[in-house]
């Protein structure tokens, strides 16, 4: 999370603050069994949204509509959603 304006959504039962715009990305990922770990609106990230999952979220990424899907070293996946929109399905 970088520090600009946030919105602030419910994750495993606390309130945590996220990049402003990501709220509801991140709340429909969480919903769709997608563990969520960071997220970036894009300002630093070549503009492009980013959220960062736990290991082994690959596949439910793409099934949830994300085309931009890379593993790290670590095994925790970033997901990028291109033009700061997403074509994820509402949950």
Not at 26 to 52: R, W
Request: net charge negative; with cysteine.
């Amino acid at each position: 999370m970088c520090e600009r304006e946030y919105d602030y959504i419910w994750i495993d039962n606390e309130l945590e603050a996220v990049d402003r715009g990501l709220g509801i990305l991140i709340f429909q990922l969480n919903s769709a069994g997608i563990k969520t770990i960071g997220s970036c609106s894009g300002h630093s990230n070549n503009g492009y949204p980013s959220v960062l999952c736990a290991p082994g979220m690959e596949e439910k990424l793409r099934e949830f509509g994300c085309k931009i899907v890379t593993t790290r070293k670590d095994e925790k996946v970033i997901a990028y959603f291109p033009c700061r929109c997403f074509s994820g399905r509402i949950v």
